[in-house]
């Protein structure tokens, strides 16, 4: 207990929680009366999703611990007494489901990737698929440790165009596109968070496994994205289309490790991928948000309105 509130529920551990996802999920946890142990690898970070009256006013404990760091995981865990975890992937996590499970999580909500598709075998998945790799890695250690979980299964983050895609070494800043004609439905990942926060306080259902795809309401193109972000932030950045050979090259400067560039350039550019979202699948997936969160998703329009180019 803490600032005088009990919690309907057991104590909850939130891992990356500085990150937007993880501060979303750690944010609507809280709100729906959960303690919530905010689990960073420097405690001590500002939390760009939460503010300092939020996290006071919530009952919000910082907590060091590091993904990559199995014996940190298990302090962290023990010392929080909480029984269910939100995680991340991160490179160099291979130990991380063993320690949750070791000091007493019983469920985890995972951010996976909508890169690994619906009925997808998690094990044929080659390492050259870096990303649903790497993803599905995670997945088959919480089947492997039979820890119930809910794998999220997110599509292209609406933050992709500003984090990835704008050039900031040239001014007036350009955004730099290898591919122009993808649709992509540009989820927030304040919704995702939402839904993570969600389903960690309450498990959507009693199966030791369930994945939750999740889609953001418009299929944009990267122009159409910033003509939007244009208009609601009065910028006039350039979309500049350019080759995979300049893209990766781009990538690789902005600090990313070739073997992501390339992936990131061969999920988005192939031709053979067409489009991403099955039309049987993809009002379900939008629908999901609302679902699980219980919100109405975050048109591409009020994303703009939260962001700036600084
Ligand atoms: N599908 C898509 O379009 C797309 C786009 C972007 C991201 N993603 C995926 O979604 C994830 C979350 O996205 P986001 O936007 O919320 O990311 P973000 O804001 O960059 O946050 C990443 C978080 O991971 C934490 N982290 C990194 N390594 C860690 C470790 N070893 N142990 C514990 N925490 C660690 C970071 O902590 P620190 O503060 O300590 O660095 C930060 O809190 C990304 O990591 C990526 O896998 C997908």
Not at 33 to 58: C, F, H, S, Y
Not at 296 to 306: C, G, L, Q, S, V
Request: proline share 6%; glycine share 8%; aromatic share 8%.
């Amino acid at each position: 207990m803490r600032n005088g509130r009990a919690s309907e529920h057991g104590p909850l551990i939130v891992f990356g929680a500085t990150g937007d996802v993880g501060s979303a999920t750690a944010l609507e946890a809280s709100k729906r009366g959960a303690k919530v142990w905010l689990a960073m690898r420097n405690p001590d970070k500002a939390i760009d999703g939460i503010t300092k009256e939020q996290e006071q006013q919530g009952d919000f404990e910082r907590i060091q611990a590091d993904l990559t760091d199995p014996e940190s995981i298990k302090k962290a865990v023990r010392q929080s007494g909480a029984n269910a975890a939100f995680i991340y992937h991160a490179f160099g996590m291979n130990g991380a489901v063993q320690a949750l499970k070791e000091a007493g999580i019983e469920y985890v909500v995972f951010l996976s990737s909508f890169s690994i598709g619906p009925g997808q075998d998690l094990r044929q998945i080659p390492p050259s698929e870096l990303i649903p790799y790497v993803h599905a890695q995670v997945e088959i250690a919480l089947e492997d440790t039979e820890m119930a979980h809910t794998a999220l299964r997110p599509a292209y983050f609406a933050t992709n165009g500003i984090r990835m895609n704008l050039d900031k070494s040239v001014k007036p800043y350009k955004a730099r596109n290898v591919a122009p004609d993808l649709r992509a439905d540009c989820i927030t990942p304040n919704d995702i968070g939402r839904v993570g926060g969600a389903v960690l306080v309450k498990r959507p259902s009693s199966a030791s496994k369930e994945f939750i795809y999740l889609c953001g309401p418009q299929l944009l193109t990267s122009d159409e994205q910033w003509d939007i972000l244009n208009k609601v932030l009065g910028q006039n950045v350039e979309v500049v289309h350019e080759g995979p050979e300049d893209h990766r090259g781009f990538l690789i400067r902005k600090g990313l490790p070739p073997p992501l560039a390339d992936y990131l350039i061969s999920s988005t550019t192939d031709v053979t991928v067409g489009s991403w979202y099955p039309d049987n699948l993809l009002g379900e997936w939008v629908a999901n948000i609302k679902k699980y969160s219980g919100y109405e998703p975050t048109t591409f329009e009020e994303f703009a309105k939260t962001q700036d180019l600084a």
